[in-house]
């Protein structure tokens, strides 16, 4: 996520308020900064270790999900952190009387990455101080004004967690226009601890939504390891019933347009080709498995699923496409991690070699060529995700490893011809 250097200043001196006014640090919070020695520990030389709970362990996965796989994300315990981040000109996790407090930032350059995990003294402390970053935004009565630049602040319904959890949507206008970028604040308290992060994109209105199921992706593990600090005070945390089958059905999905354009550039059914009009019921591609791991469908998804699936086929070869529709866009973007992970590990198994194909559709898609090396035969899998939706186009045919590129470029110009209606699946369109 790339930020111009020239928006840069404006964004972490505004929106991330590098220069805070409201709240100021206890007398013991601010000599241990000025010290540098860690808040957390104890004074007493006879303490040993803390009860469980009441200490953030060295090998907690705050900065999981920050970077590449190979980067290594260095914490501490010491630093800013979000502590200047203000909200209607309050910092609200500055002055905290912290029991132990551990930061992870991958800020630098043009981008701003920061997460801050405070463990306080009761889970009331953490309930309130998370219903402070909900309830300052509607208390100012205009957007943050910095210079030439508006701050708006959205809250919104936190992914991880009824309130007091709570996500923050900032957005940006300069010299009245609207511009690119956004910074995504999620806000989740679990017993005495609180996270928090911040996370700038320049994602355009096209791709807000899916830059913001990006952060939540990007910091699942981190919030799912705040399990170690729960008391069974936190709102939800009490272990969910095994969901129903109605409660996986796809009443809450988006429906798929009834012209909806799979078919196109199928041939008619004659006495050679069979061709299966579209249909929610059909056989589709079935299961596609890459070295032991399966791709596709992936549709037992929370919240459900719609579909629609046709298909031709005749004297060697088949031309098949799926849509899957899925309950939002956090789902999809799991689902195409799985396949865009098997593409990366799988090269092939007994007969089979995989190939992955790089083609470009203007959106999310992974490319896979399947031939073998024991005779001919060559297929392609294209799995292209728009918003809450993902299309597979597939063909197969007498080929070889040496045709694939061809067979690729086919399917990419049929992807190219269906996806323009996959915007029915975004919240803002494409």
Same mark, same amino acid.
């Given at each position: 996520?790339?930020?111009?250097?020239?928006?840069?200043?404006?964004?972490?001196?505004?929106? @991330?308020?590098?220069?805070? &006014?409201?709240?100021?640090?206890?007398?013991?919070?601010?000599?241990?900064?000025?010290?540098?020695?860690?808040?957390?520990?104890?004074?007493?030389?006879?303490?040993?270790?803390?009860?469980?709970?009441?200490?953030?362990?060295?090998?907690?996965?705050?900065?999981?999900?920050?970077?590449?796989?190979?980067?290594?994300?260095?914490?501490?315990?010491?630093?800013?952190?979000?502590?200047?981040? /203000?909200?209607?000109?309050?910092?609200? @996790?500055?002055?905290? =009387?912290?029991?132990?407090?551990?930061?992870?930032?991958?800020?630098?350059?043009?981008?701003?990455?920061?997460?801050?995990?405070?463990?306080?003294?009761?889970?009331? !402390?953490?309930?309130?101080?998370?219903?402070?970053?909900?309830?300052?935004?509607?208390?100012?009565?205009?957007?943050?004004?910095?210079?030439?630049?508006? /701050?708006?602040?959205?809250?919104?319904? +936190?992914?991880?967690?009824?309130?007091?959890?709570?996500?923050? @949507?900032?957005?940006?206008?300069?010299?009245?226009?609207?511009?690119?970028?956004?910074?995504?604040?999620?806000?989740?308290?679990?017993?005495?601890?609180? @996270?928090?992060?911040?996370?700038?994109?320049?994602?355009?209105?096209?791709?807000?939504?899916?830059?913001?199921?990006?952060?939540?992706?990007?910091?699942?593990?981190?919030?799912?390891?705040?399990?170690?600090?729960?008391?069974?005070?936190?709102?939800?945390?009490?272990?969910?019933?095994?969901?129903?089958?109605?409660?996986? /059905?796809?009443?809450?999905?988006?429906?798929?347009?009834?012209?909806?354009?799979?078919?196109?550039?199928?041939?008619?059914?004659?006495?050679?080709?069979?061709?299966?009009?579209?249909?929610?019921?059909?056989?589709?591609?079935?299961?596609? !498995?890459?070295? =032991?791991?399966?791709?596709?469908?992936?549709?037992?998804?929370?919240?459900?699923?719609?579909?629609?699936?046709?298909?031709?086929?005749?004297?060697?070869?088949?031309?098949?496409?799926?849509?899957?529709?899925?309950?939002?866009?956090?789902?999809?973007?799991?689902?195409?991690?799985?396949?865009?992970?098997?593409?990366?590990?799988?090269?092939?198994?007994?007969?089979?070699?995989?190939?992955?194909?790089?083609?470009?559709?203007?959106?999310?898609?992974?490319?896979?060529?399947?031939?073998?090396?024991?005779?001919?035969?060559? +297929?392609?899998?294209?799995?292209?995700?728009?918003?809450?939706?993902?299309?597979?186009?597939?063909?197969?045919?007498?080929? +070889?490893?040496?045709?694939?590129?061809?067979?690729?470029?086919?399917?990419?110009?049929?992807?190219?011809?269906?996806?323009?209606?996959?915007?029915?699946?975004?919240?803002?369109? &494409?």
């Amino acid at each position: 996520m790339r930020l111009r250097s020239t928006l840069l200043g404006a964004v972490l001196a505004g929106s @991330l308020a590098l220069a805070g &006014c409201g709240g100021q640090p206890s007398d013991s919070s601010a000599a241990d900064e000025a010290s540098g020695s860690d808040p957390a520990a104890s004074s007493d030389p006879t303490a040993t270790t803390a009860e469980p709970g009441t200490e953030i362990p060295d090998d907690f996965p705050l900065a999981a999900g920050m970077g590449g796989p190979d980067d290594v994300i260095a914490t501490s315990r010491t630093g800013t952190g979000l502590r200047d981040l /203000t909200l209607c000109d309050t910092a609200p @996790l500055r002055g905290l =009387g912290t029991r132990d407090r551990l930061i992870a930032d991958n800020s630098g350059g043009e981008s701003a990455n920061t997460r801050e995990l405070v463990l306080l003294g009761n889970p009331d !402390e953490a309930r309130l101080v998370a219903e402070a970053f909900a309830a300052l935004p509607t208390e100012c009565q205009s957007p943050t004004d910095i210079g030439t630049m508006e /701050t708006r602040t959205e809250v919104r319904e +936190s992914p991880f967690g009824p309130a007091p959890a709570t996500t923050l @949507l900032q957005t940006y206008t300069f010299d009245r226009r609207p511009g690119d970028g956004a910074t995504v604040i999620h806000v989740v308290p679990v017993g005495a601890a609180l @996270l928090v992060t911040s996370t700038y994109g320049q994602w355009t209105d096209a791709t807000l939504e899916d830059g913001v199921a990006e952060t939540v992706d990007a910091v699942r593990q981190t919030v799912d390891a705040l399990a170690q600090f729960d008391d069974g005070t936190t709102p939800g945390s009490e272990a969910s019933p095994e969901p129903s089958e109605s409660a996986t /059905t796809s009443a809450d999905v988006p429906a798929i347009p009834d012209d909806f354009p799979l078919a196109v550039g199928l041939p008619e059914d004659d006495g050679d080709t069979k061709v299966s009009p579209p249909a929610p019921d059909g056989e589709g591609m079935g299961e596609v !498995e890459m070295c =032991g791991s399966e791709v596709w469908p992936i549709d037992q998804t929370a919240g459900g699923t719609r579909r629609l699936v046709t298909a031709t086929h005749g004297p060697e070869w088949f031309d098949g496409r799926e849509l899957v529709v899925h309950a939002d866009v956090e789902v999809a973007l799991d689902a195409m991690a799985v396949i865009r992970q098997a593409a990366a590990d799988c090269r092939g198994v007994d007969h089979q070699v995989w190939t992955v194909l790089e083609r470009d559709t203007g959106y999310d898609t992974v490319t896979m060529g399947l031939t073998y090396d024991n005779g001919l035969g060559s +297929s392609v899998f294209q799995v292209t995700r728009v918003g809450s939706a993902r299309l597979m186009v597939s063909t197969y045919g007498e080929g +070889s490893l040496s045709s694939l590129d061809q067979q690729a470029d086919q399917v990419t110009g049929t992807t190219e011809k269906i996806v323009p209606a996959m915007c029915a699946f975004t919240k803002t369109g &494409c």
